[in-house]
Each structure stands twice: as structure tokens, then as C-alpha cells.
């Protein structure tokens, strides 16, 4: 099941558990702790924001892109409206060479951007150059001729994601607890990856049907892998 979150109840399956801020009658959309952020060099990544916002919890970053292309906005949700509110001071503050524009935005706003990227066939920027999408059969018959290892990488994972949540994602696979290994910076926060192993190739690769498929709020891409890819992530982490 998905780590407990209140500000993720995105579907009835979701909500269950205990939610400090109710959905029904009291809720106030306000109190929902996402910030938008626009003006962003092109290069940015996660960890580029997660150090703008050095200091503040964050749950989730969605960096926003536009026919392939990113756009130079993200939205960010922090742990809880006081977060938020810190992030908001940070407005006009400088990225690299570029100041950044942080400003509220509804809770409408985000899933609305989450909605998107999820429905974008042009996942691969690298292929896009202005060519025509390519079509959902295509990008999977890429990967196929891949080789593959017992190893999946996932990327695009919430920040929040434990090893019981990838577990239950490949839950018909029956993998044991110390074949998950989420990735992790240096200072112990989760970069948004994970490594799985599989029984075998066969498994991993049939396990490549779950591609794109969510966890939580997020769209969860699945790539071949390889046993040293994984042990240089685990090295990492622990430094």
C-alpha cells in the first residue's frame, strides 16, 4: 500500500486512513501545499529544486514539459501549508543565472499538470526534434530490443515512496523486501529512483509491462538495468 499521505487522496482507493485536512464539507483548497514555479533554466533537474528549497520537506516535483520540450515550470508540494508558505518567500530568488518565480497555485493546477504528462505519448525528448510523436507500440518495441538483465530501474518515483510501495507495485512478482533498493542522495533523501531484482531476465523483462504505470500520483518509467548500475546507486547512497 502507499505510504500514508494526506495530500495524495487522489482516488477513492487512495483515501483510506487517516487524513488531517478532510476532503468533504471543511476542506479549504488552500491548504493544499503545492507552489509553482516559473523561469527555471532549461537544464534544471529535481535536485536543482531540492536545493532552491534547501531547508523545506518536499513530497513531490513535477517538472512541466511542452511537446517534449521542458517548459521552465514545475510545481512543487511540500509536506504541509506552513512549508508552502516558506517556499513562497524564496519568490524571484536566483537559480543559476535566472531568477525563479515561485507563486501559489489550486490544487487543480498540479493534478491538471500530472494529467498531462501522463497522457503525453512524446516521453522521449531525445526522439523528438521536431518530428512526428512516436507512437505508444513504437516506444515499447524499443525497449524490447534492449538487453535486459534481472535488474529494473524505476524513475519518476514520489519522493515519499518506501520499498512496501514498489513491492506491492510488482505485487504478482512475490519480491522480497532486499530485492527493492531506493536510491538516495547523499544527505538521505530519496532522488526518485529505485532498482528491483527479478528472478531472471524473462521476469524482468515481462515485468516491463508495467511501464508508465502509477504509483501514487506518478507515472512510474521502468528501464533494463544492470547489476553494477545498481551496486554504484546502493554505494552512493550509503556515502
Given at each position: ?117 501522463v ?13 512526428p ?15 535486459y ?14 520499498k ?32 528491483v ?32 548500475e ?10
Amino acid at each position: 500500500m502507499m505510504e500514508s499521505n494526506p495530500y495524495f487522496a487522489v482516488s477513492s482507493s487512495a483515501a483510506s486512513g487517516y487524513h488531517p485536512y478532510s476532503y468533504g464539507s471543511g476542506f479549504q483548497p488552500s491548504t493544499f501545499p503545492v507552489v509553482r514555479l516559473r523561469g527555471l533554466p532549461f537544464n534544471c533537474t529535481d535536485i536543482d529544486i531540492f536545493k532552491f528549497f534547501a531547508g523545506l520537506e518536499i513530497v513531490d516535483v513535477l517538472l512541466v514539459n511542452k511537446s517534449g520540450r521542458f517548459s521552465g515550470e514545475a510545481f512543487v508540494v511540500f509536506a504541509g501549508p506552513m512549508q508552502a508558505d516558506l517556499a513562497l518567500q524564496r519568490d524571484r530568488q536566483n537559480m543559476g543565472r535566472r531568477y525563479v518565480e515561485v507563486f501559489r497555485c489550486k490544487k487543480q493546477e498540479y493534478y491538471h499538470a500530472v494529467a498531462a504528462e501522463v497522457n503525453y505519448e512524446g516521453i522521449y525528448d531525445n526522439d523528438f526534434h521536431g518530428s512526428p510523436t512516436p507512437s505508444r507500440s513504437k516506444r515499447f518495441s524499443d525497449k524490447d530490443q534492449l538487453e535486459y538483465t534481472e535488474i529494473l530501474k524505476l524513475r519518476g518515483l514520489p519522493f515519499s515512496a518506501t520499498k512496501s510501495d514498489v513491492l506491492d507495485f510488482f505485487r504478482e512478482y512475490k519480491l522480497r523486501d532486499d530485492k527493492v533498493h531506493i536510491a538516495c542522495r547523499p544527505d538521505g533523501k530519496a532522488t526518485g529512483e529505485a532498482f528491483v531484482e527479478f528472478a531472471s531476465a524473462e521476469e524482468a523483462k515481462n515485468a516491463m509491462g508495467k511501464d508508465k504505470m502509477m504509483i501514487g500520483s506518478r507515472y512510474v518509467e521502468l528501464f533494463p538495468s544492470t547489476p553494477d548500475e545498481a551496486r554504484r546507486a546502493e554505494s552512493r547512497s550509503r556515502q
